[in-house]
């Protein structure tokens, strides 16, 4: 076998186990438990332990070492300490069909209230990349963020989430957040900064 095939041979493998390693230790915020609370339709508050799953739009409470898992049908608001994000974050059930058919209960996290409402949900999707030209392209699970506008009848409106979709939708004021985000040194890639941007330009809207 030619030395330079069964070294690139070798080094894949190589790639392969690191990624897979990787990939085991690689945690997301909703494998963890975080402490929170939950208000239910009946108008109950349970506080506890809360581990919330985004695929099947339901949480998991722990409270006085019992279980309870809660979906958005009975949930109508719930916020967690995210220790990993250092931030308090809130979700509610809000009415909604991608389809645009029948609209169920579905969670949305709050990312920013005002002149713009701005909702998120997160979801885990296989990505591929480029790992070079010995490696080749290999695929890993990612943290997906997908916002949506809640507009005042109460519909949701998904956002395709460019930069551009975002300050279009300021008019007039759009460069003065420009101004704010340079100032800031914020970009509109990360969730928590987009969150940031939106409250600035609602804030505008108050003064």
Known sequence: MNFKYSLRIFL???MQ???SQNLMAQQFPFEFWHEGRAILESGDTLKG????????DLIQLERNSKFETLTSRKVVFYEIFDAQQNNYRQFFALPYSPSGGYRT????????EGKITLLCKESVEYRSSNAGFYYGSVSRLVLVYKYFLLKEDGAIERVNGSKNDFIDMMGSRAEEVRKYMKANRLGLER?????????????????
Do not use: C, T, W
């Not at 332990?49 to 099947?56: A, G, L, R, S, T």
């Not at 209960?105 to 920013?112: G, I, K, N, R, Y």
């Open 12 to 14: 894949m493998a190589m």
């Open 17 to 19: 186990l690191i990624l």
């Open 49 to 56: 332990k809360i581990k919330y799953d985004p695929q099947n």
């Open 105 to 112: 209960p579905s969670f949305f996290e709050l990312l920013a």
């Open 191 to 207: 969730k928590e900064e987009i969150g940031r941007v939106i409250s600035y330009y609602n804030s505008l809207h108050r003064k």
